[in-house]
């Protein structure tokens, strides 16, 4: 079987935003605390943070995460976050079923992303709270001092004002399992009122709006529509989430996934521009896909927690997902399509970092290490920084129930300018054949190939374990030629590939 693209210098989608690779850390499960928090592990730091954990992190070189949900945010009092440890309270976790110690906050989490090299992107609580509190929480994080939140915010430890450029105004509140949940009418004037007093304080803030949990919500996509309506002037990004599964264990339609993930975007994006016309407005309004990930192994042994089976444990192992090989090809076709659509999707991060549906697993005074969708990830993260190029592929295609013609093979190409590199993310979708892919480079001169990772085994149900670490890791890979003004390259079944040409 063969395939060919063209990847020509002139066409081009969209300079990426580095911030499409950023990531999501829940107060939920283990992620936080046992994650990236652990003060009596052999790796901790002064603060109580792991460094085992903190280093893997730094690997991904992940631009920005979200913080602190998810549900949890719905009815979270950030102030019970602050001050000394030992006064904080301990609260119900109803989003959940857990209790939340507080011993980690929004002090601790900004000093961890210092050390990691990451920027934070806040959540408000738009649930149980609304305006008042949203305000006050901005207030305490990012104003100099002279008033009495920034004061305290001193008081407790921390001088200069963080600066948090991107919040996000409440987190999937169209879902029915919200605490607080509303319609999209309510919801939009909740959030319209809470962005117009965010941007009193400043004009320059990023403000993201809730969009739909998912594209199979009810709701959608009259909710985009509605919410849009009411905030269009005051926001810039408008939220989507997406988990993917394979629940009926048949890898081609799983695989085939992408396809829906390209519609919702689509989607949206067309609504984006519906309310644009009716606003008869100049500004654009992108989207944040601000949780993702593969999200279904762990689902059955979490129902005993999420039941209130178990009383309201602290930081219980839930959503811990256990992923294999073929969750590889589904996450490199994820950051391909978010390549693909780099004109619309400014911010994406993958759901969650640690513990809880993560790239990176720990054990409590154990190891950490990288289950295999970490890998994927590591390479569209640090390697797919630049120009997102308009490819035109030709492959042999298959029917799935999402689409009736799926390309056996998906690929994204990147152009960094500044280094001369082109970077090309391959996934073979094919169950037994390898697939010939020829890239003719148009308008790029000379080419030698400077890095090729190749992701293939022969179960795709292996996974990654505390003892057995590299089951499922990248290899170097051979056979990737050019000559011609093109690559060739060698796809085989069920194989995920990096292909780096230094132009
Ligand atoms: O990431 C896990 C959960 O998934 C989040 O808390 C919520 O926003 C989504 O439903």
Same mark, same amino acid.
Request: charge should be negative; include cysteine.
């Given at each position: 079987?063969?395939?060919?693209?063209?990847?020509?210098? &002139?066409?081009?989608?969209?300079?990426?935003?580095? #911030?499409? $690779?950023?990531?999501?850390?829940?107060?939920? @499960?283990?992620?936080? $605390? %046992?994650?990236? $928090? %652990?003060? &009596? +592990? =052999?790796?901790?730091?002064?603060?109580?943070?792991?460094?085992?954990?903190?280093?893997?992190?730094?690997?991904?070189?992940? =631009?920005?995460?979200?913080? =602190? @949900?998810g549900n949890f945010v719905s009815a979270y009092n950030w102030e019970d976050g602050i001050g000394p440890r030992e006064e904080r309270p301990t609260r119900l976790d109803l989003a959940w079923h857990t209790s939340e110690s507080n011993a980690v906050g929004v002090h601790e989490f900004a000093d961890w992303c210092a050390t990691v090299g990451t920027e934070m992107m806040l959540a408000v609580n738009l649930g149980s709270r609304g305006v008042d509190d949203a305000r006050n929480f901005l207030e305490y994080v990012n104003h100099p001092g002279g008033s009495y939140w920034s004061d305290l915010r001193i008081k407790n430890g921390r001088k200069e004002p963080w600066n948090v450029k991107m919040w996000c105004? @409440?987190?999937?509140?169209?879902?029915?399992?919200?605490?607080?949940?509303?319609?999209?009418? %309510?919801?939009?004037k909740l959030a319209?009122? *809470?962005?117009?007093?965010?941007?009193?304080?400043?004009?320059?803030? %990023?403000?993201?709006?809730?969009?739909?949990?998912?594209?199979?919500?009810?709701?959608?996509?009259?909710?985009? #529509?509605?919410?849009l309506e009411h905030t269009y002037d005051h926001v810039d990004h408008i939220s989507l989430h997406m988990y993917f599964a394979n629940r009926d264990d048949n890898t081609p339609n799983y695989l085939g996934l992408s396809h829906k993930l390209e519609r919702y975007i689509d989607t949206v994006a067309a609504t984006i521009k519906q309310v644009k016309a009716k606003k008869k407005s100049k500004k654009d309004i992108y989207i944040s896909f601000d949780e993702w990930n593969v999200w279904y192994h762990s689902n059955q042994q979490d129902r005993k927690i999420l039941d209130g089976n178990d009383g309201w444990p602290h930081a219980p192992g839930l959503l811990e997902d256990i992923y294999n090989f073929e969750d590889v090809l589904m996450v490199g076709l994820i950051l391909n399509t978010f390549i693909r659509r780099s004109d619309v999707v400014k911010i994406a991060c993958i759901a969650q970092l640690v513990n809880v549906i993560a790239p990176i697993m720990t054990e409590k005074g154990g190891p950490a290490w990288a289950q295999t969708i970490y890998y994927p990830y590591y390479f569209a993260s640090?390697?797919? #920084?630049?120009?997102?190029?308009?490819?035109? *592929?030709?492959?042999p295609c298959y029917e799935t129930t999402h689409a009736a013609d799926t390309p056996f093979v998906d690929i994204s190409g990147v152009h960094n300018e500044d280094e001369g590199v082109l970077t090309f993310f391959l996934v073979n979708r094919h169950t037994s054949e390898s697939i010939e892919t020829e890239v003719s480079l148009q308008g790029f001169a000379g080419g030698t190939v400077i890095d090729h990772q190749v992701? *293939? +085994?022969?179960?795709?149900?292996?996974?990654? *374990?505390?003892?057995?670490? &590299?089951?499922?890791? =990248?290899?170097? @890979?051979e056979g990737a030629r050019i000559a011609d003004g093109k690559f060739s390259v060698a796809l085989p079944p069920y194989s995920y590939q990096m292909v780096r040409v230094k132009i």
């Open positions: 079987m063969k395939a060919s693209v063209i990847a020509n210098k &002139d066409y081009t989608i969209s300079k990426i935003d580095d #911030r499409v $690779y950023g990531a999501f850390l829940e107060h939920l @499960g283990r992620a936080v $605390y %046992e994650g990236i $928090y %652990e003060p &009596d +592990h =052999p790796s901790a730091d002064k603060d109580g943070m792991r460094g085992d954990v903190a280093e893997l992190v730094k690997k991904l070189n992940v =631009p920005v995460v979200r913080y =602190p @949900g105004l @409440g987190n999937e509140m169209d879902g029915p399992w919200q605490v607080g949940h509303k319609d999209a009418d %309510e919801y939009g319209a009122n *809470t962005a117009r007093a965010m941007r009193m304080f400043d004009k320059s803030l %990023e403000l993201i709006v809730c969009g739909s949990s998912h594209m199979d919500m009810p709701s959608f996509p009259d909710w985009e #529509r509605i919410v640090v390697y797919g #920084r630049g120009t997102a190029l308009q490819l035109v *592929t030709s492959s992701m *293939t +085994h022969p179960n795709l149900k292996a996974v990654n *374990t505390a003892k057995k670490q &590299d089951e499922v890791a =990248p290899k170097k @890979g």
